[in-house]
Nanobody, 116 residues
Framework: VQLQASGGGLVQAGGSLRLSCAAS????????MGWHRQAPGKQRELVAL???????TYANSVKGRFTISRDNTKNTVFLQMNRLKPEDTAVYYC???????????WGEGTQVTVSS
């Protein structure tokens, strides 16, 4: 199983980034997909989740700014991040979770740095 995240980088506050996570080795369409982040000295937290049937949830801190989506034809989940803030700086990880048995996998992270 491989979850390959990409799209991180350095951006100024107020800017945008789009993260992608390409999955292989899983049946993508039956997995919930999530984006998590971990800032230095802090615990990893859930940022956004999209279920296998397309329902979405977001952390309060990113509601209205971030949008999670998925393309089951490309086995890819996306995180569109707009109006970025310095406090969004973190390593972002994608995670899959099978919709019925809960088997989950983590990808390697991608660094997002937002300068003020």
């Amino acid at each position: 199983v491989q979850l390959q995240a990409s799209g991180g980088g350095l951006v100024q506050a107020g800017g945008s980034l789009r993260l992608s996570c390409a999955a292989s080795g899983i049946i993508f369409s039956v997995n919930h997909m999530g984006w998590h982040r971990q800032a230095p000295g802090k615990q990893r937290e859930l940022v956004a989740l999209i279920t296998s049937d397309g329902r979405t949830t977001y952390a309060n801190s990113v509601k209205g700014r971030f949008t999670i989506s998925r393309d089951n034809t490309k086995n890819t989940v996306f995180l569109q991040m707009n109006r970025l803030k310095p406090e969004d700086t973190a390593v972002y990880y994608c995670r899959s979770m099978h919709h019925s048995d809960g088997t989950n996998y983590w990808g390697e992270g991608t660094q997002v740095t937002v300068s003020s």
